[in-house]
């Protein structure tokens, strides 16, 4: 994914994925969540080997990764993904 890609993307899913910061620790930037999840998806890596490259305790990133996926599709289902009418009926 180009950088002008992923900024895009970013700016669609960042205010459904940030977090405020608290007295005891900063949040973790929603650009760093997304290049995670990116990279989960895009991979296939576990959780474990994620946790070295990022820096980041693995079950922080189990916790973020499905909340990064559905802010994505809920963001992009307009626009990029289509549905059957089908299916959409039985929602």
Known sequence: MDRESFDQLLGRVSPM???????????IPPGEKLAITLRYLATGDSYKSLEFLYRVPKNTICNFVPQVCVAIYET??????????H?????
């Open 76 to 85: 992009l289902k307009k626009d990029f993904l289509k549905m059957s009418k």
């Open 87 to 91: 299916y959409e009926e039985k929602e």
């Open 17 to 27: 994925i940030t977090k405020a910061d608290t007295p005891m620790r900063d949040s």
